[in-house]
């Protein structure tokens, strides 16, 4: 069972900038995907970033220019970097991963617990 770990939520005034963090745990991992999503109140979770396996990202328009999102293969994470925030970007973020356990020779889709990142006017 692979569990992701995300860090680095927080509340910022408009136009400043957070870093999140997720790492997931395992000892021998391939993850072929690693995604940012997010959630504002009353809204359904939106896909940001996506980070494949090789090194293509995509991004959602809402936050091309804005964010960055990078992986750290040695130690299976990835970061979401997010700079000129704006009251809108108010959400819980999720990281994802997916890819193949191979110290149990299973695949894994799997889900951290989520932060809060809260942008003020």
């Known amino acids: 069972h692979v569990q992701l770990v995300e860090s680095g939520g927080g509340l910022v005034q408009a136009g400043e900038s957070l870093r999140l963090s997720c790492a997931a745990s395992?000892?021998?991992?391939?993850?072929?995907?690693m995604c940012w999503y997010r959630q504002a109140p009353g809204k359904q979770r939106e896909l940001v970033a996506v980070?494949?396996?090789?090194?293509?990202?995509n991004y959602a328009d809402s936050v091309k220019g804005r964010f960055t999102i990078t992986r750290d293969n040695a130690k299976n994470a990835a970061f979401l970097e997010m700079n000129s925030l704006q009251p809108e970007d108010t959400a819980v973020y999720y990281c994802?991963?997916?890819?193949?356990?191979?110290?149990?020779?299973?695949?894994?889709?799997?889900w951290g617990q989520g932060t809060q990142v809260t942008v003020s006017s």
């Open positions: 395992g000892r021998r991992l391939g993850i072929n995907t």
């Open positions: 980070h494949i396996s090789g090194g293509s990202t």
């Open positions: 994802n991963a997916a890819g193949v356990d191979y110290a149990i020779w299973s695949n894994f889709d799997s």
